[in-house]
Protein backbone atom coordinates (compact mmCIF):
# COMPACT_ATOMS: atom_id res chain seq x y z
CA UNK A 1 0.00 0.00 0.00
CA UNK A 2 1.31 3.33 -1.14
CA UNK A 3 2.82 5.63 2.00
CA UNK A 4 0.38 9.03 2.59
CA UNK A 5 2.57 10.48 5.76
CA UNK A 6 2.36 14.24 6.86
CA UNK A 7 5.88 15.75 7.45
CA UNK A 8 4.79 19.49 8.57
CA UNK A 9 2.20 22.02 8.50
CA UNK A 10 2.66 26.05 8.71
CA UNK A 11 0.08 28.14 9.28
CA UNK A 12 0.49 31.96 8.62
CA UNK A 13 -2.21 34.87 9.70
CA UNK A 14 -1.21 37.84 7.33
CA UNK A 15 -3.60 40.11 9.01
CA UNK A 16 -3.09 38.87 12.66
CA UNK A 17 0.94 39.28 11.40
CA UNK A 18 1.59 35.68 13.38
CA UNK A 19 2.54 32.55 12.30
CA UNK A 20 3.48 28.87 13.84
CA UNK A 21 5.39 25.28 11.76
CA UNK A 22 4.92 22.06 13.42
CA UNK A 23 6.62 19.22 12.30
CA UNK A 24 5.34 15.83 12.13
CA UNK A 25 7.56 12.18 13.03
CA UNK A 26 7.16 9.42 10.55
CA UNK A 27 5.04 6.90 13.05
CA UNK A 28 3.46 8.60 16.38
CA UNK A 29 3.18 12.35 17.32
CA UNK A 30 1.45 13.41 20.57
CA UNK A 31 0.11 16.98 20.52
CA UNK A 32 -0.41 17.69 24.29
CA UNK A 33 -1.84 21.02 25.68
CA UNK A 34 -4.23 22.22 27.99
CA UNK A 35 -8.04 23.54 26.43
CA UNK A 36 -7.58 26.68 24.11
CA UNK A 37 -3.60 25.73 23.09
CA UNK A 38 -5.38 25.41 19.82
CA UNK A 39 -4.20 21.50 19.61
CA UNK A 40 -7.99 21.33 17.46
CA UNK A 41 -7.12 24.60 15.55
CA UNK A 42 -4.06 23.10 14.31
CA UNK A 43 -5.25 19.43 13.62
CA UNK A 44 -8.54 21.05 11.51
CA UNK A 45 -5.91 23.32 9.96
CA UNK A 46 -4.61 20.19 8.14
CA UNK A 47 -7.70 19.06 6.66
CA UNK A 48 -8.42 22.60 5.51
CA UNK A 49 -5.54 22.75 3.81
CA UNK A 50 -6.71 19.51 1.80
CA UNK A 51 -10.26 20.73 1.22
CA UNK A 52 -11.74 18.88 3.65
CA UNK A 53 -14.16 21.22 6.13
CA UNK A 54 -14.31 19.62 9.34
CA UNK A 55 -17.21 20.94 11.97
CA UNK A 56 -17.13 23.69 14.85
CA UNK A 57 -14.00 25.91 13.94
CA UNK A 58 -13.63 28.64 16.40
CA UNK A 59 -14.94 31.91 15.27
CA UNK A 60 -11.85 33.32 16.21
CA UNK A 61 -9.91 31.00 14.09
CA UNK A 62 -12.05 32.17 10.86
CA UNK A 63 -11.38 35.10 11.76
CA UNK A 64 -7.72 35.48 11.58
CA UNK A 65 -8.07 34.40 8.09
CA UNK A 66 -5.07 31.58 8.46
CA UNK A 67 -3.34 30.19 5.91
CA UNK A 68 -2.02 27.08 5.74
CA UNK A 69 0.95 24.92 4.11
CA UNK A 70 1.06 21.17 4.52
CA UNK A 71 4.44 19.15 3.60
CA UNK A 72 3.95 15.60 2.86
CA UNK A 73 4.73 12.04 1.51
CA UNK A 74 3.00 10.29 -0.99
CA UNK A 75 4.37 7.25 -2.16
CA UNK A 76 7.91 8.16 -1.49
CA UNK A 77 7.53 11.68 -3.43
CA UNK A 78 6.97 15.11 -1.16
CA UNK A 79 4.94 17.48 -1.92
CA UNK A 80 3.21 20.43 -0.27
CA UNK A 81 -0.29 22.12 -0.32
CA UNK A 82 -1.31 25.62 0.14
CA UNK A 83 -4.62 27.01 1.56
CA UNK A 84 -4.69 30.62 0.79
CA UNK A 85 -8.02 31.94 1.59
CA UNK A 86 -10.34 30.23 -1.01
CA UNK A 87 -7.68 29.12 -3.63
CA UNK A 88 -5.45 26.06 -3.47
CA UNK A 89 -1.85 25.10 -4.38
CA UNK A 90 -0.60 21.60 -4.79
CA UNK A 91 3.50 21.85 -5.49
CA UNK A 92 5.97 19.14 -5.98
CA UNK A 93 9.84 18.61 -3.98
CA UNK A 94 11.09 21.63 -5.56
CA UNK A 95 8.47 24.01 -4.47
CA UNK A 96 7.27 24.69 -8.09
CA UNK A 97 3.86 24.89 -8.14
CA UNK A 98 2.19 21.36 -10.12
CA UNK A 99 -1.47 23.06 -10.30
CA UNK A 100 -4.08 24.87 -8.57
CA UNK A 101 -7.40 25.13 -7.65
CA UNK A 102 -10.51 27.71 -7.49
CA UNK A 103 -12.99 24.62 -6.93
CA UNK A 104 -12.70 22.09 -4.20
CA UNK A 105 -15.77 19.82 -5.81
CA UNK A 106 -14.90 20.58 -9.31
CA UNK A 107 -11.30 20.99 -9.39
CA UNK A 108 -8.93 19.79 -6.29
CA UNK A 109 -11.70 16.80 -5.50
CA UNK A 110 -10.53 15.14 -8.65
CA UNK A 111 -6.79 16.07 -8.70
CA UNK A 112 -6.76 14.62 -4.71
CA UNK A 113 -8.45 11.46 -5.99
CA UNK A 114 -6.68 10.49 -8.43
CA UNK A 115 -3.50 11.24 -6.71
CA UNK A 116 -4.72 9.28 -3.35
CA UNK A 117 -6.30 5.99 -5.52
CA UNK A 118 -9.46 7.40 -4.77
CA UNK A 119 -11.92 5.97 -7.33
CA UNK A 120 -15.16 5.58 -5.81
CA UNK A 121 -18.18 7.16 -7.44
CA UNK A 122 -21.58 7.89 -5.79
CA UNK A 123 -24.67 8.90 -7.41
CA UNK A 124 -25.81 12.58 -7.29
CA UNK A 125 -28.89 14.22 -6.72
CA UNK A 126 -28.61 14.64 -10.53
CA UNK A 127 -28.51 10.81 -11.04
CA UNK A 128 -24.86 11.10 -11.99
CA UNK A 129 -21.96 9.00 -10.68
CA UNK A 130 -19.92 11.67 -9.15
CA UNK A 131 -16.46 11.84 -7.69
CA UNK A 132 -16.30 12.48 -3.93
CA UNK A 133 -14.73 15.41 -1.99
CA UNK A 134 -11.31 15.02 0.10
CA UNK A 135 -13.94 14.48 3.33
CA UNK A 136 -15.18 11.62 2.43
CA UNK A 137 -11.40 10.03 1.86
CA UNK A 138 -10.10 11.07 5.05
CA UNK A 139 -13.37 10.48 7.20
CA UNK A 140 -11.76 6.53 8.43
CA UNK A 141 -8.81 8.28 9.52
CA UNK A 142 -9.96 11.32 11.60
CA UNK A 143 -11.34 11.15 14.86
CA UNK A 144 -12.72 15.17 15.41
CA UNK A 145 -13.29 16.22 18.98
CA UNK A 146 -16.44 17.96 18.40
CA UNK A 147 -18.71 15.06 16.60
CA UNK A 148 -16.61 11.96 16.20
CA UNK A 149 -17.34 10.69 20.08
CA UNK A 150 -20.81 11.68 19.73
CA UNK A 151 -21.36 9.51 16.53
CA UNK A 152 -19.56 7.88 13.84
CA UNK A 153 -18.61 8.73 10.37
CA UNK A 154 -19.48 12.68 11.64
CA UNK A 155 -16.28 14.28 11.36
CA UNK A 156 -16.87 16.70 8.51
CA UNK A 157 -19.09 19.20 7.11
CA UNK A 158 -21.48 19.10 3.87
CA UNK A 159 -21.47 15.22 4.17
CA UNK A 160 -25.36 15.25 3.01
CA UNK A 161 -24.34 16.19 -0.46
CA UNK A 162 -25.22 12.93 -1.02
CA UNK A 163 -28.33 11.42 -0.28
CA UNK A 164 -26.69 7.56 0.51
CA UNK A 165 -23.16 7.92 0.98
CA UNK A 166 -22.67 5.88 3.87
CA UNK A 167 -23.03 2.49 2.84
CA UNK A 168 -20.53 2.72 -0.07
CA UNK A 169 -18.34 5.05 1.69
CA UNK A 170 -17.38 2.25 4.31
CA UNK A 171 -17.42 -0.49 1.50
CA UNK A 172 -14.89 1.39 -0.49
CA UNK A 173 -13.08 2.26 2.59
CA UNK A 174 -12.92 -1.14 4.01
CA UNK A 175 -12.45 -3.48 0.87
CA UNK A 176 -16.25 -4.53 0.16
CA UNK A 177 -16.37 -2.95 -2.52
CA UNK A 178 -12.46 -1.21 -3.66
CA UNK A 179 -11.37 0.81 -6.48
CA UNK A 180 -11.61 -2.15 -8.98
CA UNK A 181 -15.22 -2.49 -7.93
CA UNK A 182 -16.22 1.08 -8.51
CA UNK A 183 -13.96 1.39 -11.51
CA UNK A 184 -15.89 -1.02 -13.21
CA UNK A 185 -19.48 0.29 -12.34
CA UNK A 186 -18.50 3.63 -13.79
CA UNK A 187 -17.23 1.52 -17.17
CA UNK A 188 -21.07 0.36 -16.66
CA UNK A 189 -22.43 3.45 -16.02
CA UNK A 190 -20.36 5.29 -18.78
CA UNK A 191 -21.94 2.03 -21.41
CA UNK A 192 -25.20 3.24 -19.86
CA UNK A 193 -24.47 6.87 -21.05
CA UNK A 194 -23.50 6.05 -24.45
CA UNK A 195 -26.25 3.48 -24.93
CA UNK A 196 -29.10 5.99 -24.13
CA UNK A 197 -27.07 8.63 -26.17
CA UNK A 198 -27.47 5.74 -29.44
CA UNK A 199 -31.06 5.53 -28.52
CA UNK A 200 -31.42 9.32 -28.57
CA UNK A 201 -29.80 9.32 -31.89
CA UNK A 202 -32.05 6.65 -33.26
CA UNK A 203 -34.76 7.92 -32.79
CA UNK A 204 -33.97 11.12 -34.78
CA UNK A 205 -32.93 8.97 -37.56
CA UNK A 206 -36.06 6.88 -37.40
CA UNK A 207 -37.74 9.98 -37.24
CA UNK A 208 -36.15 11.35 -40.05
CA UNK A 209 -36.41 8.09 -42.71
CA UNK A 210 -40.16 8.13 -41.41
CA UNK A 211 -40.76 11.50 -43.24
CA UNK A 212 -38.25 10.40 -45.51
CA UNK A 213 -40.27 7.46 -46.60
CA UNK A 214 -43.45 9.92 -46.54
CA UNK A 215 -42.16 11.39 -49.55
CA UNK A 216 -41.26 8.43 -51.47
CA UNK A 217 -44.48 7.09 -51.36
CA UNK A 218 -45.91 10.53 -52.73
CA UNK A 219 -43.43 10.01 -56.11
CA UNK A 220 -45.44 6.36 -56.90
CA UNK A 221 -43.03 5.23 -58.53
CA UNK A 222 -39.98 2.39 -58.61
CA UNK A 223 -37.26 2.84 -60.97
CA UNK A 224 -34.66 0.26 -62.14
CA UNK A 225 -31.99 2.71 -62.14
CA UNK A 226 -29.52 0.72 -63.96
CA UNK A 227 -32.07 0.13 -66.91
CA UNK A 228 -33.10 4.15 -66.69
CA UNK A 229 -29.26 4.82 -67.16
CA UNK A 230 -28.97 2.64 -69.73
CA UNK A 231 -31.71 4.16 -71.43
CA UNK A 232 -30.78 7.56 -71.20
CA UNK A 233 -27.30 6.91 -72.96
CA UNK A 234 -28.91 5.45 -75.43
CA UNK A 235 -30.72 8.92 -76.11
CA UNK A 236 -27.93 10.58 -75.82
CA UNK A 237 -26.05 8.41 -78.21
CA UNK A 238 -28.91 8.86 -80.86
CA UNK A 239 -29.24 13.07 -79.78
CA UNK A 240 -25.06 13.02 -80.82
CA UNK A 241 -26.44 11.17 -84.00
CA UNK A 242 -28.25 13.66 -84.95
CA UNK A 243 -25.70 16.06 -84.25
CA UNK A 244 -23.34 14.98 -86.44
CA UNK A 245 -26.00 15.32 -89.27
CA UNK A 246 -27.24 19.00 -88.59
CA UNK A 247 -23.67 19.37 -88.63
CA UNK A 248 -23.29 18.09 -91.81
CA UNK A 249 -26.84 19.51 -93.16
CA UNK A 250 -24.96 23.04 -91.99
CA UNK A 251 -21.93 22.36 -93.67
CA UNK A 252 -24.17 21.75 -96.83
CA UNK A 253 -26.68 24.46 -96.73
CA UNK A 254 -22.93 26.52 -96.87
CA UNK A 255 -21.51 25.19 -99.87
CA UNK A 256 -25.10 25.54 -101.59
CA UNK A 257 -25.52 29.00 -100.20
CA UNK A 258 -21.77 29.81 -101.51
CA UNK A 259 -22.93 28.41 -105.51
CA UNK A 260 -26.06 30.46 -105.21
CA UNK A 261 -24.07 33.63 -104.59
CA UNK A 262 -22.00 32.90 -107.05
CA UNK A 263 -24.57 31.73 -109.59
CA UNK A 264 -26.42 34.73 -108.85
CA UNK A 265 -23.03 36.75 -109.84
CA UNK A 266 -22.86 35.16 -112.90
CA UNK A 267 -26.77 36.23 -113.36
CA UNK A 268 -25.91 40.07 -112.70
CA UNK A 269 -23.17 39.76 -114.85
CA UNK A 270 -24.50 37.96 -117.58
CA UNK A 271 -27.90 40.66 -117.39
CA UNK A 272 -25.88 43.47 -117.66
CA UNK A 273 -23.91 42.00 -120.40
CA UNK A 274 -26.77 41.34 -122.45
CA UNK A 275 -27.78 44.83 -121.48
CA UNK A 276 -25.40 45.96 -123.13
CA UNK A 277 -25.55 43.69 -126.15
CA UNK A 278 -28.95 44.98 -126.51
CA UNK A 279 -27.61 48.89 -127.08
CA UNK A 280 -25.08 47.74 -129.07
CA UNK A 281 -27.25 46.30 -131.84
CA UNK A 282 -29.95 49.20 -131.51
CA UNK A 283 -27.37 50.96 -131.98
CA UNK A 284 -25.98 49.64 -135.21
CA UNK A 285 -29.56 49.00 -136.53
CA UNK A 286 -30.24 52.84 -136.35
CA UNK A 287 -27.73 53.97 -137.80
CA UNK A 288 -26.35 54.81 -141.66
CA UNK A 289 -25.82 51.21 -143.06
CA UNK A 290 -22.00 51.20 -144.27
CA UNK A 291 -20.92 54.10 -141.92
CA UNK A 292 -18.50 53.01 -139.23
CA UNK A 293 -19.88 52.75 -135.46
CA UNK A 294 -18.21 53.25 -132.40
CA UNK A 295 -18.69 50.72 -129.82
CA UNK A 296 -20.26 52.62 -126.65
CA UNK A 297 -19.02 50.02 -124.20
CA UNK A 298 -15.32 49.91 -125.60
CA UNK A 299 -14.70 52.19 -128.13
CA UNK A 300 -13.66 49.91 -131.02
CA UNK A 301 -14.57 51.12 -134.14
CA UNK A 302 -16.90 48.54 -136.20
CA UNK A 303 -18.03 48.37 -139.81
CA UNK A 304 -21.45 48.98 -139.47
CA UNK A 305 -22.67 46.11 -141.65
CA UNK A 306 -25.07 43.55 -141.68
CA UNK A 307 -22.25 40.64 -140.61
CA UNK A 308 -21.46 42.99 -137.67
CA UNK A 309 -24.85 43.45 -136.98
CA UNK A 310 -25.46 39.54 -137.48
CA UNK A 311 -22.76 38.85 -135.09
CA UNK A 312 -23.88 41.00 -132.35
CA UNK A 313 -27.15 39.28 -132.47
CA UNK A 314 -26.16 36.07 -132.15
CA UNK A 315 -23.88 37.24 -129.11
CA UNK A 316 -27.19 38.10 -127.48
CA UNK A 317 -28.72 35.15 -128.08
CA UNK A 318 -25.58 33.31 -126.11
CA UNK A 319 -26.50 35.35 -123.47
CA UNK A 320 -30.07 34.34 -123.29
CA UNK A 321 -28.63 30.67 -123.45
CA UNK A 322 -26.37 31.61 -120.59
CA UNK A 323 -28.92 33.70 -118.31
CA UNK A 324 -31.85 30.76 -118.25
CA UNK A 325 -29.08 28.32 -117.39
CA UNK A 326 -27.67 30.12 -114.75
CA UNK A 327 -31.31 30.88 -113.68
CA UNK A 328 -32.04 27.15 -114.20
CA UNK A 329 -28.97 26.45 -111.71
CA UNK A 330 -30.18 29.03 -109.05
CA UNK A 331 -33.97 27.05 -109.04
CA UNK A 332 -31.69 23.70 -108.46
CA UNK A 333 -29.74 25.25 -106.23
CA UNK A 334 -32.28 27.01 -104.38
CA UNK A 335 -34.30 23.86 -104.63
CA UNK A 336 -31.52 21.86 -102.29
CA UNK A 337 -30.83 24.56 -100.34
CA UNK A 338 -34.58 24.34 -99.39
CA UNK A 339 -34.39 20.14 -98.79
CA UNK A 340 -31.02 20.37 -96.83
CA UNK A 341 -33.28 23.12 -94.51
CA UNK A 342 -35.92 20.83 -94.20
CA UNK A 343 -33.76 17.63 -93.35
CA UNK A 344 -31.71 20.03 -91.05
CA UNK A 345 -35.36 20.92 -89.26
CA UNK A 346 -36.59 17.57 -88.92
CA UNK A 347 -33.38 16.66 -87.42
CA UNK A 348 -34.42 19.13 -84.40
CA UNK A 349 -37.63 18.14 -84.23
CA UNK A 350 -36.25 14.37 -83.33
CA UNK A 351 -33.58 16.28 -81.32
CA UNK A 352 -36.52 17.75 -79.32
CA UNK A 353 -37.88 14.18 -79.10
CA UNK A 354 -35.15 12.88 -77.62
CA UNK A 355 -34.97 15.53 -75.31
CA UNK A 356 -38.79 15.52 -74.09
CA UNK A 357 -37.84 11.62 -73.86
CA UNK A 358 -34.81 12.25 -71.00
CA UNK A 359 -37.08 14.33 -69.66
CA UNK A 360 -39.68 11.84 -69.53
CA UNK A 361 -38.67 8.21 -69.08
CA UNK A 362 -41.02 5.32 -67.00
CA UNK A 363 -44.42 6.87 -68.04
CA UNK A 364 -44.92 10.23 -66.52
CA UNK A 365 -41.39 10.38 -64.39
CA UNK A 366 -39.19 13.55 -64.76
CA UNK A 367 -35.66 12.95 -65.26
CA UNK A 368 -35.25 15.77 -62.18
CA UNK A 369 -38.00 13.44 -60.15
CA UNK A 370 -35.53 10.46 -61.19
CA UNK A 371 -32.38 12.34 -59.96
CA UNK A 372 -34.15 13.86 -56.66
CA UNK A 373 -35.71 10.37 -55.75
CA UNK A 374 -31.88 8.65 -56.01
CA UNK A 375 -30.87 11.31 -53.61
CA UNK A 376 -33.44 10.18 -51.52
CA UNK A 377 -32.97 6.92 -51.64
CA UNK A 378 -29.08 7.57 -51.07
CA UNK A 379 -29.70 9.49 -48.28
CA UNK A 380 -32.43 7.14 -46.56
CA UNK A 381 -29.58 4.46 -47.35
CA UNK A 382 -27.15 6.47 -45.44
CA UNK A 383 -29.55 6.75 -42.66
CA UNK A 384 -30.26 3.27 -42.25
CA UNK A 385 -26.60 2.36 -42.56
CA UNK A 386 -26.27 4.98 -39.53
CA UNK A 387 -29.28 3.41 -37.78
CA UNK A 388 -27.39 -0.03 -38.19
CA UNK A 389 -24.32 1.21 -37.22
CA UNK A 390 -25.96 2.55 -34.03
CA UNK A 391 -27.52 -1.08 -33.35
CA UNK A 392 -24.29 -2.71 -33.97
CA UNK A 393 -22.79 -0.39 -31.06
CA UNK A 394 -25.83 -0.69 -28.83
CA UNK A 395 -25.33 -4.58 -29.23
CA UNK A 396 -21.91 -4.36 -28.38
CA UNK A 397 -22.31 -2.20 -25.68
CA UNK A 398 -25.57 -4.29 -24.11
CA UNK A 399 -22.76 -7.16 -24.11
CA UNK A 400 -19.99 -5.54 -22.72
CA UNK A 401 -22.02 -4.11 -20.02
CA UNK A 402 -23.31 -7.55 -19.49
CA UNK A 403 -19.73 -8.66 -18.81
CA UNK A 404 -18.95 -5.77 -16.52
CA UNK A 405 -22.11 -6.27 -14.88
CA UNK A 406 -20.81 -10.49 -14.15
CA UNK A 407 -17.42 -8.65 -12.96
CA UNK A 408 -19.09 -6.78 -10.98
CA UNK A 409 -20.89 -9.72 -9.21
CA UNK A 410 -17.59 -11.11 -8.84
CA UNK A 411 -15.96 -8.24 -7.26
CA UNK A 412 -18.64 -7.98 -4.73
CA UNK A 413 -19.13 -12.08 -3.94
CA UNK A 414 -20.20 -12.96 -1.10
CA UNK A 415 -17.35 -14.86 0.15
CA UNK A 416 -15.42 -11.96 0.40
CA UNK A 417 -17.76 -9.58 1.88
CA UNK A 418 -18.08 -12.22 4.62
CA UNK A 419 -14.44 -12.39 5.21
CA UNK A 420 -14.14 -8.52 5.38
CA UNK A 421 -17.40 -8.47 8.10
CA UNK A 422 -16.02 -11.47 9.53
CA UNK A 423 -12.44 -9.09 10.47
CA UNK A 424 -14.16 -6.57 12.06
CA UNK A 425 -16.34 -8.43 13.55
CA UNK A 426 -13.45 -10.45 15.09
CA UNK A 427 -11.43 -7.18 16.08
CA UNK A 428 -14.42 -5.40 17.84
CA UNK A 429 -14.69 -8.12 19.92
CA UNK A 430 -11.58 -7.96 20.56
CA UNK A 431 -11.51 -4.43 21.18
CA UNK A 432 -14.46 -3.65 23.26
CA UNK A 433 -13.25 -6.43 25.81
CA UNK A 434 -9.40 -4.79 25.83
CA UNK A 435 -11.70 -1.00 26.51
CA UNK A 436 -13.82 -3.11 29.07
CA UNK A 437 -17.57 -1.88 27.07
CA UNK A 438 -18.90 -5.54 27.77
CA UNK A 439 -22.68 -4.63 27.85
CA UNK A 440 -22.75 -3.71 23.77
CA UNK A 441 -24.32 -6.57 22.10
CA UNK A 442 -22.97 -8.04 18.74
CA UNK A 443 -26.06 -7.45 17.13
CA UNK A 444 -25.92 -3.67 17.40
CA UNK A 445 -22.40 -3.59 15.76
CA UNK A 446 -22.28 -6.97 13.79
CA UNK A 447 -22.87 -4.88 10.86
CA UNK A 448 -19.90 -2.57 9.60
CA UNK A 449 -21.94 0.24 8.50
CA UNK A 450 -23.25 0.49 12.38
CA UNK A 451 -24.04 3.38 14.39
CA UNK A 452 -22.19 3.11 17.49
CA UNK A 453 -25.67 3.43 20.43
CA UNK A 454 -24.01 3.10 23.75
CA UNK A 455 -24.01 5.54 26.99
CA UNK A 456 -22.27 7.20 29.80
CA UNK A 457 -18.75 7.03 29.35
CA UNK A 458 -18.33 3.58 28.04
CA UNK A 459 -19.79 5.80 24.60
CA UNK A 460 -16.30 7.33 23.45
CA UNK A 461 -14.59 3.70 24.12
CA UNK A 462 -17.21 1.64 22.05
CA UNK A 463 -16.58 4.17 19.28
CA UNK A 464 -12.64 3.69 19.24
CA UNK A 465 -13.09 0.34 19.32
CA UNK A 466 -15.28 0.72 16.45
CA UNK A 467 -12.88 3.59 14.95
CA UNK A 468 -9.53 0.83 15.39
CA UNK A 469 -11.25 -2.23 13.78
CA UNK A 470 -12.28 -0.19 10.77
CA UNK A 471 -8.57 0.80 10.73
CA UNK A 472 -7.47 -2.24 10.47
CA UNK A 473 -9.42 -3.78 8.26
CA UNK A 474 -9.01 -0.25 6.28
CA UNK A 475 -5.29 -1.75 6.41
CA UNK A 476 -6.12 -4.84 5.57
CA UNK A 477 -7.97 -4.92 2.52
CA UNK A 478 -8.74 -1.03 1.16
CA UNK A 479 -7.13 -0.76 -2.16
CA UNK A 480 -6.86 3.07 -1.41
CA UNK A 481 -4.07 5.31 -0.07
CA UNK A 482 -3.80 4.61 3.81
CA UNK A 483 -3.97 8.28 5.37
CA UNK A 484 -2.88 9.51 8.33
CA UNK A 485 -5.00 8.40 11.78
CA UNK A 486 -5.63 11.88 13.38
CA UNK A 487 -7.27 11.59 16.91
CA UNK A 488 -8.56 14.41 19.15
CA UNK A 489 -9.25 14.73 22.57
CA UNK A 490 -10.48 10.96 23.59
CA UNK A 491 -11.41 12.12 26.95
CA UNK A 492 -15.05 12.58 26.49
CA UNK A 493 -17.66 11.87 29.06
CA UNK A 494 -15.87 12.01 31.92
CA UNK A 495 -13.63 9.12 31.54
CA UNK A 496 -11.77 8.30 35.10
CA UNK A 497 -8.23 7.52 35.86
CA UNK A 498 -8.40 4.12 34.93
CA UNK A 499 -10.10 4.21 31.25
CA UNK A 500 -8.65 7.06 30.01
CA UNK A 501 -5.28 5.65 30.30
CA UNK A 502 -6.44 2.41 28.89
CA UNK A 503 -8.03 4.29 26.02
CA UNK A 504 -4.47 6.07 25.64
CA UNK A 505 -2.63 2.90 25.58
CA UNK A 506 -5.31 0.95 23.49
CA UNK A 507 -4.90 3.62 20.63
CA UNK A 508 -0.87 3.65 20.88
CA UNK A 509 -0.81 -0.05 21.13
CA UNK A 510 -3.30 -0.99 18.27
CA UNK A 511 -1.96 1.53 15.47
CA UNK A 512 -2.28 0.04 12.38
CA UNK A 513 1.39 -1.07 11.56
CA UNK A 514 3.15 1.16 8.86
CA UNK A 515 0.98 3.96 9.43
CA UNK A 516 1.34 7.54 11.12
CA UNK A 517 -1.07 8.64 14.24
CA UNK A 518 -1.33 12.08 15.37
CA UNK A 519 -3.17 12.33 19.12
CA UNK A 520 -4.58 15.30 20.30
CA UNK A 521 -4.28 14.89 24.27
CA UNK A 522 -4.31 17.38 27.30
CA UNK A 523 -1.95 15.14 29.09
CA UNK A 524 -0.92 12.18 28.54
CA UNK A 525 -2.65 10.18 31.88
CA UNK A 526 0.62 8.85 33.01
CA UNK A 527 1.20 7.15 29.60
CA UNK A 528 4.37 6.65 27.96
CA UNK A 529 4.15 6.98 24.25
CA UNK A 530 7.21 6.49 22.05
CA UNK A 531 7.34 9.63 19.41
CA UNK A 532 7.65 13.12 18.89
CA UNK A 533 5.82 14.98 21.65
CA UNK A 534 4.67 18.71 20.28
CA UNK A 535 3.42 20.31 23.16
CA UNK A 536 1.54 23.63 23.32
CA UNK A 537 1.02 25.82 26.82
CA UNK A 538 0.06 29.08 25.57
CA UNK A 539 -3.38 29.45 26.00
CA UNK A 540 -5.30 31.67 22.92
CA UNK A 541 -2.13 31.59 21.10
CA UNK A 542 -1.17 28.60 18.77
CA UNK A 543 0.17 31.55 16.45
CA UNK A 544 2.81 33.72 17.68
CA UNK A 545 4.47 36.90 16.59
CA UNK A 546 7.98 36.20 16.76
CA UNK A 547 7.39 32.90 14.02
CA UNK A 548 6.13 35.54 11.40
CA UNK A 549 9.14 36.65 9.27
CA UNK A 550 10.52 33.55 9.36
CA UNK A 551 7.26 31.89 8.19
CA UNK A 552 6.17 34.60 5.69
CA UNK A 553 9.28 34.21 3.96
CA UNK A 554 8.95 30.47 3.38
CA UNK A 555 5.56 30.92 2.36
CA UNK A 556 6.05 34.19 -0.57
CA UNK A 557 7.24 31.63 -2.93
CA UNK A 558 4.17 29.30 -2.95
CA UNK A 559 1.74 32.51 -2.41
CA UNK A 560 3.43 34.18 -5.25
CA UNK A 561 3.04 30.81 -7.90
CA UNK A 562 -0.25 30.25 -6.71
CA UNK A 563 -1.70 34.31 -7.30
CA UNK A 564 0.02 33.99 -11.00
CA UNK A 565 -1.35 30.78 -11.57
CA UNK A 566 -4.24 31.08 -14.75
CA UNK A 567 -3.46 34.59 -15.40
CA UNK A 568 -4.14 34.98 -11.25
CA UNK A 569 -6.66 33.75 -8.94
CA UNK A 570 -6.76 36.42 -6.62
Avoid at 172 to 182: A, P, R
Avoid at 204 to 225: H, P, S, T, Y
Wanted: charged share 30%.
Amino acid sequence: MKKFILKEIRLISLSERKARSVKFGLQKNVIVGPNSTGKSCLIKSIYRTFGAQPKKLHPNWLSAEVSSLVKFILDDNEFSMLKFGSAYGFFDSNNNLIESFESVTNDLAPFLASKLNFKIRITNRGGEPSILTPAYYFLPFYIDQDSSWESNWSSFNNLSQFSRWRTPIIEFHTGIKGNEYYETKLEIDQIKIEIKEFDEKLRVLKKVVKDLRGKLKQAEFNIDMNSFKSETQKLISECEVINKKQNKFRVKIVELSNNKIVIQNQIDITKKTLNEIQKDYQFATTSLDGEPVECPTCGTIHENSFADRLSIANDEERCFELLQELNNELLEVNSKIESEHKKLSVSREEVDSLKKNLDTKKGKIKLQDVIESRGRSEMKAMFQSEINKLNELKVKGAIKEKDLKKKLIGLSNKEKRDEIIGYYNSLMKKYLIELEVLNLKEKSYNKITTNISESGSALPRALIAYYYAILNTVKKYSSSIFSPIIIDSPNQQGQDPINLPKIIRFIDKNQPKQTQLILGLEDLSGVEIKGKIIKLKEKFSLLNKKSFDKNYELFKPFINQLSNSKGGLF
